[in-house]
């Protein structure tokens, strides 16, 4: 009997260490989403909560300024997309994105600053089609970004290449052994498919091409044949839900009632900016981002030579509105304008 008393106590402290590491210390705050009863409930640690505030606090301003005066395109000899504006909506233009994407470099980074009006340096177009990728989701997907719009800080936050741009997951060698068997870009912890065994390919497959993301069987048998959805489809959505919950810092109940998935009906309201944010990825990514990879330095490519591409982490950055929803335009007006 004397013996099982300090098993009981090592039994005890090891149940006690386990309950400390895996909750949350209190408080812990949570909201209501969806229907009473439906479990829709996004908990939330207000620790937490405060340093994701101060990781996402709007850039400065240099803005607004006055319209009026002659125009950038009868001053300047290049530009080709910014020629409306006025000489000093033009400058503080500038400035504000150079403070958004090349602080630390400068004009220097986009310009030879002998003659700033020469093409040679290829950041330069890159930004000329990054500003007419701005003014296109500020336009076209008001649908998903409304009139809170992004700019270029949304995504870049002060650095050339934004942090949280992808590139294409290579993982480690495809060959596990044992039976010839391949991991099919899975069954592997990447930091891509949020530390779960689902595939890690499934931002090529949803965000660049566009693959199907309807996959619950209506019915009762197996998808295949009803649908022509197979179990790699299911896969990469799981992927990319898992990807999405990650990105806006949500649950899955943040838009489902995970009791039917597929129902729109029963899913709360947001998941229809979702919906569009997928669509308007794709777009971003295959119109604008991809073409540009011929210009960049090597340094600046992933290791498959793949340019970095937009996901719903590159904006949102673990919020479910970037930067808590400040609105982006009101310095710039001429970003929210579409593009010539
Ligand atoms: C991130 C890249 C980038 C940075 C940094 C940048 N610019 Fe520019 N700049 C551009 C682009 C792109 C154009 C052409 C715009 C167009 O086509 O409408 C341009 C055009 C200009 C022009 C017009 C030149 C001409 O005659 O055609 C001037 C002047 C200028 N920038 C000044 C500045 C100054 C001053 C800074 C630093 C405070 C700066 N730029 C920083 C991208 C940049
Ligand atoms: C939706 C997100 C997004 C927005 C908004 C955005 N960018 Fe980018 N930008 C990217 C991505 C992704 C790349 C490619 C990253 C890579 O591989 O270099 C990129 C690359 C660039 C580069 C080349 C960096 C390098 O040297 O490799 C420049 C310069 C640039 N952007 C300027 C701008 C400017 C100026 C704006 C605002 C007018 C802007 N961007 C808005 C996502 C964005
Ligand atoms: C930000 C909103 C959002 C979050 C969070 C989210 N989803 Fe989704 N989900 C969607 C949208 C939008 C679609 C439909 C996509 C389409 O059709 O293009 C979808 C589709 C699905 C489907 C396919 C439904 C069908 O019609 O076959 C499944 C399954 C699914 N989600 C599961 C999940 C799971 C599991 C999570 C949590 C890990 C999750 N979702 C988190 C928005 C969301
Ligand atoms: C170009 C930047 C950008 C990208 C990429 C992006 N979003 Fe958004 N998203 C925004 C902005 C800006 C808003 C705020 C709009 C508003 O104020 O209503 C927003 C809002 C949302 C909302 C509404 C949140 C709420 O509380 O009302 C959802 C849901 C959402 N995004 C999901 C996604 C998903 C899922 C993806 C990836 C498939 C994605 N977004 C990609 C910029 C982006």
């Known amino acids: 009997m004397k013996a099982l008393v300090p098993i009981f106590l090592v039994v005890a402290i090891l149940f006690a260490v386990q309950i400390i590491v895996s909750f949350d210390r209190w408080p812990v705050d949570s909201v209501q989403q969806g229907f009473r009863g439906t479990g829709m409930v996004e908990i939330s640690n207000p620790r937490i909560e405060a340093d994701l505030v101060k990781a996402n606090q709007p850039p400065d301003s240099y803005g607004p300024t006055e319209p009026g005066g002659p125009k950038a395109s009868e001053i300047y000899q290049n530009v080709e997309v910014l020629g409306d504006l006025s000489e000093d909506e033009f400058t503080a233009l500038m400035i504000s994105i150079t403070a958004w994407v090349a602080p630390e470099q400068g004009c ?151 009791r039917a998935l597929g129902s729109w009906e029963q899913s709360n309201p947001v998941r229809t900016k979702a919906w569009y944010g997928i669509r308007m990825a794709r777009d971003i990514n295959n119109t604008f981002v991809m073409p540009l990879q011929p210009l960049l330095p090597e340094a600046h490519l992933g290791a498959q030579g793949d340019i970095g591409k937009v996901s719903c982490m590159t904006c949102h950055q673990g919020v479910n509105k970037p930067l808590y929803g400040a609105p982006m335009l009101t310095d710039h007006p001429t970003l929210g304008v579409a593009s010539n």
Not at 150 to 172: D, I, K, L
Not at 200 to 215: H, M, S
Request: net charge negative.
């Open 108 to 258: 220097a980074y986009c310009h030879n600053v002998e003659n700033m009006a020469s093409e040679e340096v290829y950041a330069k177009k890159v930004a000329r089609r990054m500003l007419q990728m701005t003014k296109t989701i500020n336009s076209q997907w008001k649908d998903h970004v409304a009139d809170t719009g992004v700019n270029c800080y949304t995504c870049h936050r002060g650095n050339p290449v934004p942090q949280y741009a992808w590139f294409q997951e290579t993982g480690p060698a495809q060959s596990v052994g044992g039976f010839n068997a391949k991991r099919q870009g899975q069954n592997v912890a990447t930091e891509r498919a949020v530390y779960t065994s689902l595939p890690y390919t499934a931002l090529d497959e949803l965000l660049v091409a566009d693959g199907n993301i309807r996959v619950q069987s209506a019915g009762a048998l197996p998808i295949v044949g009803e649908t022509g959805v197979g179990l790699q489809a299911t896969e990469h959505t799981y992927s990319l839900m898992m990807h999405m919950s990650d990105s806006l810092g949500q649950n899955c109940t943040f838009c489902h009632n995970t």
